[in-house]
């Protein structure tokens, strides 16, 4: 059989397979320790698994609106728009199977094929997958972002960016001023924006995560922002996700979604509803307290460490640390290496456009963490010292 030529320029998520590998290990008897994935190990909070389990009782299995259900669109709608203090409809909310199809059904709608798409680095490894997906073309400057490389991207005919604050895998959030100044070289151009915030809610700064349209809302029309449940409230398997963007942009990714997966499944939209809704505020206030002592548990164990270099994160769940070493590095062989001779998982930074880094997520357990630290410094003194 002869496939898709274009399937052929995706690489598989390596975040996936190294969570798979390890896992497969550890089924094989291995004692081995994940500290690779983008999922906090808290269960779904009761108030959203009783609101599951009440949607199942009450018969709303059936299909629902391709886009989603009105209440949590309206839902979405309004806490958005209070947020922002800008005024979002639930016609302009499309609820996707998960953040991760939001944004592959937001690039579908906005680009054509040979579109060339700003993608900053380091970046969330699904971001040029999706644009090659839909036949766009990665642009990814060798330096971060800053008001000269998306200038410089606009006029060489990049059409759209993709933001992401705070970053994964850096945890990154921009100053005001810099947000401020990003916001103000993006209106000099036609480019449309899809702005990542899923980890919005998981800053910890007290400022929070500034936004593009906190200091240009006229750019409203063109950003499309996406976020969802799936981190802050610990519901990666429950698969949603939502966009907000203009009514043209809403309808014409919606349309994506009805031909391509119908809806996102009914019971977990219900389930989100009471997440969205407020009924688990005490559970999410303190799995994200709970969060903040381990990000601030981890950056004090890796301060002790000399062959890793990091930003202390001000947001997400995760530490992108640089290895201190005089060699040539190649991340995705440092990885492997790790896991079978220590058994301890952690993501490539080549995976994210960033070589000589990994990607160490804190959304495991205390003692993994700790001990997962105690295998990497082993691994890193063996090999270095
Ligand atoms: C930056 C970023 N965006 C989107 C997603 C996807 O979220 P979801 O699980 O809701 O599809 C992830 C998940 O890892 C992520 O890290």
């Known amino acids: 059989m002869k496939y898709s030529a274009n399937i052929h320029t995706l690489s598989p998520s390596v975040t996936l397979r190294l969570a798979a590998q390890a896992k497969e290990m550890a089924r094989a008897g291995r004692d081995v320790i994940s500290l690779s994935t983008g999922q906090p190990d808290f269960p779904t909070p009761a108030p959203i698994?009783?609101?599951a389990a009440k949607a199942i009782s009450a018969g709303k299995t059936g299909y629902t609106a391709s886009s989603g259900i009105r209440?949590?669109?309206?839902?979405?709608?309004?806490?958005?728009?209070?947020?922002?203090?800008?005024?979002?409809?639930?016609?302009?909310?499309?609820?996707?199977?998960?953040?991760?199809?939001?944004?592959?059904?937001?690039?579908?709608?906005?680009?054509n094929p040979g579109d060339k798409v700003l993608i900053p680095r380091p970046y969330w490894v699904s971001y040029p997958e999706i644009v090659r997906a839909f036949g766009g073309v990665p642009v990814v400057p060798a330096e971060g972002i800053t008001t000269d490389t998306l200038l410089g991207a606009a006029s060489d005919g990049a059409v759209g960016v993709i933001l992401n604050y705070p970053s994964n895998p850096s945890g990154y959030v921009p100053s005001s001023a810099e947000m401020s100044d990003l916001a103000d070289a993006i209106a000099e151009t036609d480019m449309w924006i899809i702005s990542d915030d899923i980890y919005e809610d998981l800053t910890y700064l007290d400022s929070g995560t500034p936004h593009l349209l906190d200091f240009r809302p006229e750019l409203k029309e063109r950003v499309a922002v996406v976020s969802g449940v799936s981190k802050t409230y610990s519901m990666t398997g429950w698969r949603i996700g939502y966009c907000l963007c203009s009514d043209e942009w809403a309808g014409l990714a919606g349309v994506f979604q009805a031909h391509t997966t119908s809806n996102p499944c009914s019971i977990s939209q219900w389930a989100a509803l009471a997440a969205v809704e407020g009924r688990a505020e005490k559970e999410r206030r303190k799995m994200f307290e709970t969060l903040r002592g381990r990000r601030d548990m981890i950056c004090s164990?890796?301060?002790?460490?000399?062959?890793?270099?990091?930003?202390?994160?001000?947001?997400?769940?995760?530490?992108?640390?640089?290895?201190?070493?005089?060699?040539?590095?190649?991340?995705?062989?440092?990885?492997?290496?790790?896991?079978?001779e220590e058994g301890l998982a952690i993501i490539p930074g080549s995976s994210f456009g960033a070589e000589g880094f990994v990607r160490i997520?804190?959304?495991?357990?205390?003692?993994?963490?700790?001990?997962?630290?105690?295998?990497?410094?082993?691994?890193?003194?063996?090999r270095y010292d």
Request: hydrophobic residues 40%; negative net charge; glycine residues 8%.
């Open 71 to 111: 209440e949590l669109r309206e839902a979405v709608a309004s806490s958005y728009s209070r947020r922002r203090g800008l005024g979002w409809t639930p016609d302009q909310v499309v609820v996707s199977c998960g953040a991760k199809y939001g944004i592959a059904i937001l690039v579908a709608s906005a680009i």
């Open 361 to 382: 997520s804190f959304a495991a357990g205390e003692e993994d963490i700790r001990e997962g630290l105690r295998r990497l410094g082993r691994f890193l003194h063996r």
């Open 301 to 340: 164990l890796l301060a002790e460490e000399k062959f890793l270099e990091y930003d202390k994160p001000d947001g997400a769940f995760y530490v992108f640390a640089r290895i201190v070493s005089d060699s040539a590095l190649d991340s995705a062989e440092f990885c492997s290496e790790l896991l079978e």
């Open 49 to 51: 698994r009783e609101a």
